[in-house]
């Protein structure tokens, strides 16, 4: 008998949870358009990666609520790691400025990209990165900094301007190295 009432305690406890839906969970992808400007050839580096601060490197899309308070909306998602979508994206960017990444050790320029931030406050999203060339045994280091303005409409204006931020900023530093 009290197994019975037990079961039917139990039974009704988590009829209440098992009834609700969770709330769906977006998820948004970067991408780049591919450039319709032909090389005739290519300069190629060394690809040695790229670094993302843990605090954005997930699938969790980041804002900032304070100064010092970074929060993740809880709706939206990226499709996978930060990191994997510009290990796949950054190289495309290059490709458009004629610029190869390779995975061969035996080339003189090398190339890193380490980002720091990607967020969105107060109707802008920045993006903070820095891009690290070594070219004739000299290191280079160069900021890549964007902010955007955010248009007024849905959660997806706030992502076509974290995508534009990223290939805006990528695209000035790939002008740059050229």
């Known amino acids: 008998m009290l197994k019975q009432i037990f079961t039917a305690l139990l039974i009704l406890l988590f009829s209440g949870c098992l009834n609700r839906e969770l709330p769906p969970i977006n998820h948004y992808e ?3 358009k591919e450039s319709s ?3 005739k050839s290519y300069r190629n580096y060394q690809w040695l990666g790229i670094e993302v601060a843990n605090k954005i490197n997930s699938k969790n899309i980041a804002y900032k609520e304070s100064p010092n308070k970074i929060e993740y909306f809880s709706k939206n998602q990226w499709i996978t790691n930060l990191s994997d979508m510009l290990n796949t994206l950054i190289p495309q960017i290059a490709k458009n400025h004629c ?3 390779l995975q061969a050790p035996n080339i003189p320029k090398s190339l890193k990209i380490s980002v720091f931030d990607l967020h969105f406050e107060d109707s802008q999203v920045f993006f903070n990165a820095q891009g690290i060339t070594l070219k004739n045994n000299a290191t280079y ?3 890549i900094r964007t902010t955007i303005n955010v248009k ?3 959660f997806e204006t706030i992502i076509e301007a974290m995508n534009k931020a990223i290939v805006n900023g990528l695209n000035d530093f790939f002008k740059s190295i050229q």
């Open 152 to 154: 007024e409409g849905g």
């Open 141 to 143: 280091s160069l900021p």
């Open 37 to 39: 400007n032909t090389c």
């Open 99 to 101: 610029i190869a990444l």
């Open 30 to 32: 970067l991408f780049v």
